[in-house]
């Protein structure tokens, strides 16, 4: 929601509300770009009833729904600046014989709520439009019929805009359109270059819409700009050796054995070594990926199984999401190698529990393996000095206490405060401990345990636990 307001406006974050609430669950998490479903749905939907019900009455209170006749009246901050600027440009060619255009969008909510915003605006009613977003993106009714039901009608001019994600950047050759609007960037530079090629229509247009104060998106422009005039120039001339910076994969090479791997290989190979680690029933070990924007790029935190050697591992800042994954995997198996886990022919050191276990080398693959799979099994065990027993004439009962001590990372939250109660003290070894957990969205949490000292406790305190 605060993506929506902060990309579309006010009355934008309210469309995306109104959306998310009408899908089901899976539906949401593939809108938002989920790197996991969250069980507690009933908090969501509370959530997204409250923040709807605060716009709306903003809304209502400046009468933005009833008022969507001209471009004058519409304002920020129910509008916002990019927003505006988009409608301008379809406004100033509204009236132009024969027009198409698409617009490229990189969020599927993004989309859908752009498709509605524009067909109610009443001065914008020649543009006939509808959103694409590709086969898979787990949307209700967007099956490939109905991606190639709305490519016809565009085709045949019956629908003149298209709100379109990646999906439209490939493989749509429709020769009548004549303008191309970039309202989110391209990721990389491929994508800036097939985007444009769907404006095929002599005297066409390609627009970006760029903050003037973001000085990483001009600086994104021109280095695509730049990169597009290289490899035109090495197309024509066919003479220079020079590998485009920023398009040539790292590798990380071992001496000993000759072995190497690239950045984009290393993906796999790290999902290969996780899936060697122990596993059971209850525990499949796979690698999570959490994505931060960074005032440089984009920044991949990847959080590893809980008994692997190595928990957290940041990429560097990268231009795209899938530049910023490549680099912390590559990363990942360099530290792994490093510490013996990956031999020097870069193969994990573990044997697989089960050799037919199916190893996953992407990790937006939804399969699971059959528990049948996974036959491993542990005893559960409990220390002994959690299995103190306490007597009710032991009054009063002397525990030793002690303080568990949360320090999140970031520093940006209080957690609850907790405390461990126990007949007989830890042992020296289980005081000093320190364990980092790692939590959603690349978030994560040192705990230990601080020593209180003994606390008294009358029947009227313990009994009714005993």
């Given amino acids: 929601m605060i993506f929506c307001l902060e990309n579309l406006g006010v009355w934008g974050a309210l469309q995306a509300i109104h959306i998310f609430s009408k899908g089901n669950h899976s539906e949401r998490n593939e809108l938002i ?24 009455a903003g809304c209502k209170k400046d009468d933005v729904g009833s008022e969507l006749s001209c471009l004058e009246i ?15 440009i379809l406004s100033s060619f509204r009236l132009q014989p024969d027009m198409k255009c698409i617009v490229f969008v990189n969020r599927i909510v993004t989309a859908r709520s752009l498709s509605y915003i524009l067909q109610s605006l009443e001065f914008l009613a020649s543009w006939k439009g509808d959103f694409l977003v590709g ?17 016809n009608k565009f085709r045949s001019g019956e629908l003149n805009l298209l709100i379109a994600t990646k999906v439209g950047e490939e493989g749509l050759d429709i020769q009548t359109c004549c303008l191309v609007i970039r309202f989110d960037l391209p990721e990389t530079v491929a994508s800036f270059i097939q985007s444009r090629g769907r404006a095929r229509m002599a005297q066409s247009e390609y627009a970006f819409l760029v903050d003037s104060g ?19 120039c090495e197309i024509a001339c066919r003479t220079s050796n020079e590998t485009l910076i920023g398009l040539e994969e790292k590798v990380y090479s071992v001496d000993a ?6 950045s984009g290989y290393s993906i796999s190979l790290l999902h290969q070594y996780c899936s060697k680690l122990p596993h059971d029933e209850f525990f499949d070990p796979k690698p999570k990926f959490f994505y931060l924007d960074d005032v440089e790029g984009t920044v991949c935190h990847i959080v590893l199984p809980s008994n692997a050697p190595i928990n957290l591992v940041v990429s560097t800042p990268q231009y795209s999401r899938e530049t910023a994954k490549k680099d912390a995997c590559l990363k990942a198996v360099e530290e792994l190698h490093k510490m013996g886990a990956i031999n020097d022919y870069l193969l994990p050191m573990q044997e697989n529990v089960n050799p037919e276990r199916p190893v996953v080398d992407s990790s937006d693959s939804d399969s699971c393996e059959d528990d049948s799979e996974r036959v491993e099994l542990h005893q559960m065990l409990v220390p002994a000095v959690l299995k103190e027993w306490w007597h009710s004439t032991e009054i009063p009962a002397y525990l030793h206490s002690y303080y568990i001590e949360f320090t999140p990372n970031p520093v940006d939250r209080t957690y609850k405060r907790f405390g461990l109660f126990v007949k007989e003290n830890l042992p020296a070894e289980a005081v000093k401990m320190e364990l980092e957990l790692h939590l959603a969205r690349g978030r994560s949490v040192m705990t230990k345990l601080v020593p209180s000292g003994l606390a008294e406790f009358y029947e009227d305190e313990v009994g009714s636990y005993v």
Avoid: W
Wanted: hydrophobic fraction near 35%; aromatic fraction near 6%.
């Fill in 214 to 232: 973001n000085q990483r998106e001009l600086d994104l422009i021109e280095n695509f700009k730049k990169d597009e005039s290289h490899m035109n």
């Fill in 257 to 262: 054995s000759g072995a190497s791997i690239s």
């Fill in 33 to 56: 770009e989920a790197e996991e479903n969250y069980r507690d749905h009933s908090l969501c939907d509370k959530y997204l009833a409250q923040a709807a019900n605060i716009l709306d």
């Fill in 74 to 88: 519409l304002k920020e901050p129910f509008f916002s600046s990019k927003l505006l600027k988009l409608i301008g």
């Fill in 135 to 151: 086969v898979n993106a787990g949307l209700k009714g967007m099956s490939r019929k109905t991606m190639n039901i709305i490519l």
